[in-house]
Each structure stands twice: as structure tokens, then as C-alpha cells.
């Protein structure tokens, strides 16, 4: 198998009945709200397949690292990543992107042919598309969120990168989010709350375009909510737990002493920091387990000899802090 270089991992919400022993086994886990519902099922995350992260694929594994399995081949060159669960634990949706264009697509796990939701460029209303990215599934199933930039490009700058949302058809595509000027604020990263009424998403804003996290209405964009304090630099895929009580995210790993995996209430109180990665460590994307009870993080250096990302299972106590952290997947090059 090959092995991460990076990690966007994201943990299944199990369907129901036919899984649901296994969860049960695994974790001794009972029913709960969550984004999406259900019980603690498989772990999905990307692979690099190149040093310079251009190639790559989404593979699934077991909560505990056991029986990696690649989901889809994007072909040669390409690279699939940033993938969401549906809400009954049987399709992703994700990214896939060629050197030439990008789009989003969904498989269903257990077959081997992707379906194009939204195609990047496209004609008519997507002809001035220049990537799309960064998919979420709404736990109603009835929407998936995503960024897109369009153009044309100004000082080597897209025109502007907002949040959209289409039906997993392919109809319906709508602009949730808007700029707040010309080329003065990008959003990206989408993820539901988990009564799919919220979004939280991630937004660069002018003069200092730094990371912010940021809450929405999911139909208008409006009662806008900043979610990471002023000078925290939080940003990358920030999620609901799945009581919709926290929002949990990373901050600026390019700032020397910074780099911290934290959450707070959606009204941007109670921030708390739950990993501390000071000059040692880099985290990535994160998520919380559908049960609520742990979560997902890619960090570096990871258990590999060239300090690349691996994808580690975290624990919470019973007052929301960290109790544990294991390393389920193993960079070798």
C-alpha cells in the first residue's frame, strides 16, 4: 500500500443496521445525533503519491488503521482529496482534480465508477469556473456544500472564491456565501451543522487576508458569525461536533509557535486549544466522530522517517479534552 504524505481524514457515520455491530464492537458505542447521524463507522482519508502532492488517492480504513482500501482510481496524474461522507455512510463525495481542470464527484463505496456533480470549467453558468473544492454533504442529504473560484483571474488573483451548494444530482447549484468586495475576502472549506441550517467555513479577508473561521445561514449566507477569535489564524475544514455544540479547527501552521488544533462554541465563544503543537508538531484537517466522543487529525511528523503527515484517532473525556491520541496510519516515504 501506498502510504500518506498528507492527510484529510474524516470519519463515516455507519448505516445503520448492517454495520452497526461492528461499530459496536469496536467502539461499544450507542446511538447519537451527529454530521453526519449515526454510529462510528470507517475512517476516510487521502494518499499522496508524490512529494510534490500533485497525485493522489482517498482510501478507508478501520477506526484502528486495520484494512486500508483504496476507494477509486483518479487516474494517472490526477488527484482525488478533501472528501465528506454521505449521511448514511455509503458514498463520498470529494475533489478531483487533473492539471488541467477540477470537479466534484461522489462514488459509492464498493464500486469502482465516480459520478461529476459539478465539472469545473463547464459551459453557460460555470464557463468562467476556475476550481472547485473542498465538498461537505449536508446530514439531511440534501445538499453538498463547496468553494469555487471564478474569473477572470486580476493580479494573478481569482475574481472571487465563495461557497455554493448543489444538489447531489447535480441540480439546484445556488450561491450561499458573497464577497465582501472586489477580491477582498475568499471563502473555502465548508462543513454543515447537524441540523443543516449553519455553515462554518473558513474565510481570508482583507487588509491581512489571515485564516478565520466564520458561521453562516446555509440558504442566504447572512447572520454571519465569526467562530475564531481576532489573531488566533484558525481556518482548514473547520467542523460541527455532532451535537452542535463546538466547532473544532486548526490554526496557521506557518506561524513559528502557533500551530494548535482548537474549538469553540459557534458563536465564537469558549475557545479552548486541544492539541498544542508548538515548534513540534503541524496539524491538518479534523473531524469529529459521529458518536461525538473522539475525533479525527492529520499531524507532522508523523510515525514515517521524513517527517511526513499520518492520520491520528483522538479520545475525549468526559469534559471535552483530549485523553488519548493514537497513530492509525504509518508514512514510509
Excluded at 21 to 45: C, D, E, R
Aim: glycine share 10%; proline share 9%; charged share 15%.
Amino acid at each position: 500500500m501506498r502510504q500518506p504524505l498528507g492527510t484529510s481524514a474524516r470519519w463515516r457515520a455507519l448505516a445503520a443496521l448492517a454495520l452497526g455491530i461492528t461499530a459496536a464492537l469496536l467502539f461499544g458505542v450507542t446511538s447519537a445525533t451527529a454530521t453526519p447521524p449515526g454510529q462510528n463507522g470507517l475512517i476516510s482519508y487521502r494518499v499522496y503519491f508524490d512529494a510534490d502532492h500533485a497525485t493522489g488517492a482517498l482510501f478507508v480504513a478501520n477506526p484502528d488503521g486495520s484494512h486500508p482500501t483504496e476507494v477509486v482510481d483518479p487516474g494517472a496524474g490526477n488527484l482525488d482529496t478533501n472528501q465528506n461522507w454521505s449521511p448514511d455512510g455509503t458514498q463520498l463525495v470529494y475533489e478531483h482534480d487533473t492539471p488541467d481542470a477540477s470537479s466534484i464527484r461522489t462514488i459509492v463505496l464498493g464500486t469502482s465508477t465516480p459520478h461529476t456533480v459539478v465539472p469545473c470549467p463547464a459551459p453557460g453558468e460555470l464557463a468562467d469556473c476556475l476550481g472547485v473544492a473542498n465538498p461537505s454533504w449536508s446530514p439531511d442529504g440534501q445538499w453538498i456544500a463547496f468553494s469555487m473560484a471564478r474569473g477572470p483571474v486580476v493580479n494573478d488573483n481569482p475574481t472571487d472564491v465563495t461557497i455554493w451548494a448543489v444538489h447531489p444530482n447535480g441540480n439546484g447549484l445556488r450561491q450561499i456565501t458573497q464577497p465582501t468586495g472586489f477580491q477582498q475576502s475568499f471563502d473555502d472549506s465548508p462543513q454543515w451543522s447537524p441540523d443543516s441550517s449553519r455553515i462554518a467555513f473558513q474565510r481570508n479577508a482583507a487588509p491581512l487576508f489571515k485564516t478565520e473561521v466564520w458561521a453562516a445561514d446555509s440558504t442566504t449566507g447572512g447572520n454571519l458569525v465569526r467562530v475564531s477569535p481576532p489573531g488566533v489564524n484558525g481556518g482548514d475544514h473547520p467542523d460541527y461536533s455532532p451535537d452542535g455544540r463546538w466547532i473544532m479547527f486548526r490554526t496557521d501552521n506557518g506561524v513559528p509557535g502557533s500551530a494548535k488544533l482548537m474549538m469553540a462554541h459557534p458563536n465564537g465563544t469558549g475557545l479552548r486549544i486541544l492539541l498544542d503543537g508548538s515548534n513540534r508538531q503541524s496539524f491538518f484537517s479534523s473531524s469529529f466522530s459521529p458518536d461525538g466522543t473522539g475525533f479525527t487529525v492529520g499531524i507532522a511528523p508523523g510515525a514515517g522517517p521524513d517527517g511526513n503527515a499520518d492520520v491520528f484517532v483522538g479520545h475525549f473525556d468526559s469534559h471535552q479534552r483530549v485523553d488519548s491520541l493514537t497513530n492509525i496510519t504509518h508514512s514510509d516515504i
